[in-house]
């Protein structure tokens, strides 16, 4: 197996880390404690859970984390969506990691679907 670094959707996965700890910085400061550090958690939870499952000795194991990762791509998106619906970021400065995050989405499915055959 390679390792995890060498994988597109963890670097992907990476890049969306980065982005979104650009755009909490936008959120106003009573969201220090709550949309702001769930966001965060979100996001740095998928290149973990890839990295993670990368080193587990099954591929049913791989799966699990790789479906975790996704869970929390999901999770991530709700949360952008969130922001965008009640006016915290402008819908201009999400697109980034909407774009990212779909991106990521897809290629966990394809990655799932790869890893399960």
């Known amino acids: 197996m390679k390792d995890h670094k060498d994988l597109i959707v ?3 996965a990476m890049l969306l880390v980065i982005e979104i700890y650009r755009l909490v910085k936008l959120l ?6 709550g949309l702001s550090d769930q966001m965060r958690r979100a996001a740095v939870s998928i290149p973990s859970n890839i990295s993670e499952g990368n080193f587990r000795k ?3 194991e791989f799966l699990y984390f790789l479906s975790v990762a996704q869970g929390s791509n999901a999770e991530l998106e709700t ?3 969130i922001c965008q619906q009640i006016g915290l970021i402008p819908s201009e400065k999400l697109q980034t990691a909407f774009s990212l995050s ?3 989405s897809k290629m ?5 679907s790869t890893v399960n055959h």
């Open 58 to 60: 099954s591929e049913k």
């Open 10 to 12: 963890w670097q992907k």
């Open 108 to 112: 966990l499915r394809s990655f799932i």
């Open 28 to 33: 106003p400061k009573e969201e220090t404690y």
């Open 79 to 81: 949360q952008l969506l």
């Open 102 to 104: 779909n991106e990521v």
